[in-house]
């Protein structure tokens, strides 16, 4: 894989659209006077490929923009194209091409002509070798000569970075985070376990109470009932005797008359 071709319009002091090719499979030289936009030419490159213009605000956005005399430049564009032969990108295409295009307020990432995402455009760099982790497969201009004034810690962890090992300290401290709070979701867990335990001997214990007012209200009622049924057979018997009486009265009273 390498790059075939890149077309640059309206990015920094590219103005007009740029198309600079072709390029060796194996190295290339850029030289040019002072001002002649080869700082600018490396920028487009990291713009596209690096994460080192991210998250960018409208001001980050308006200087990476041509400025100069004539019409103000709205948008601009880098795109770069990959011979992608050796299919080092998963798209099962011998090419690939990769634009990038911002505005003032846009910021738009396009793969073989179609709308991407930032992510889709990540994963796949990352799959390509072009990884956040390791990000040395771009040396910016002052890198070489601060890495040789670096002290022997920056070294040490420039080496890690080289070596890919940090990537696995990031996997170390992101699992250790995971543990930390799976932990804190276990006691959590656990606090609500011994809280519905005890809630649950609470429920046992009103449950016995309410069995036990059940059973004492069903004889209360029973109780109730006999002697409701008592007192009403003794005031059907009073009654009785009351009509008894009567008729009895009654009777006797039409005997005298006759």
């Known amino acids: 894989m390498h790059i075939k071709q890149i077309i640059i319009q309206g990015f920094k002091s590219y103005k007009d659209q740029t198309i600079i090719e072709p390029f060796s499979p194996r190295h290339n030289v850029v030289v040019g006077r002072n001002g002649s936009g080869k700082s600018n030419f490396f920028a487009a490159i990291r713009f596209v490929l690096s994460d080192a213009y991210t998250n960018m605000g409208r001001e980050e956005r308006q200087a990476l923009l041509h400025e100069g005399t004539g019409p103000a430049t709205m948008s601009a564009?880098?795109?770069?194209?990959?011979?992608?032969?050796?299919?080092?990108?998963?798209?099962?295409?011998?090419?690939?091409?990769?634009?990038?295009?911002?505005?003032?307020?846009?910021?738009?990432?396009?793969?073989?002509?179609?709308?991407?995402?930032?992510?889709?455009?990540?994963?796949?760099?990352?799959?390509?070798?072009?990884?956040?982790?390791?990000?040395?497969?771009?040396?910016?201009?002052?890198?070489?000569?601060?890495?040789?004034?670096?002290?022997?810690?920056?070294?040490?962890?420039?080496?890690?970075?080289?070596?890919?090992?940090?990537?696995?300290?990031?996997?170390?401290?992101?699992?250790?985070?995971?543990?930390?709070?799976?932990?804190?979701?276990?006691?959590?867990?656990?606090?609500?376990?011994?809280y519905i335990e005890e809630r649950l001997e609470e429920l046992e214990e009103e449950k016995e109470e309410l069995k036990n007012f059940q059973d004492m209200d069903r004889e209360r009622r029973c109780l109730e009932y006999a002697i409701y049924h008592r007192e009403q057979l003794d005031l059907k018997r009073q009654l009785n005797e009351v009509l008894s009486f009567f008729l009895l009265r009654f009777f006797k009273i039409v005997t005298v008359k006759v």
């Open 77 to 194: 564009y880098v795109e770069i194209i990959f011979d992608n032969s050796d299919n080092r990108f998963p798209t099962g295409k011998d090419e690939v091409v990769l634009r990038r295009t911002i505005g003032l307020k846009k910021d738009e990432y396009s793969l073989d002509k179609k709308s991407a995402t930032k992510t889709d455009v990540m994963n796949l760099l990352e799959s390509a070798g072009f990884s956040r982790s390791n990000p040395y497969y771009i040396v910016p201009q002052g890198r070489i000569t601060a890495l040789t004034n670096a002290k022997d810690p920056e070294r040490l962890q420039l080496l890690k970075e080289v070596a890919g090992t940090r990537v696995y300290e990031q996997r170390r401290q992101e699992s250790k985070k995971i543990i930390e709070e799976t932990d804190s979701k276990r006691s959590k867990i656990e606090e609500l376990l011994n």
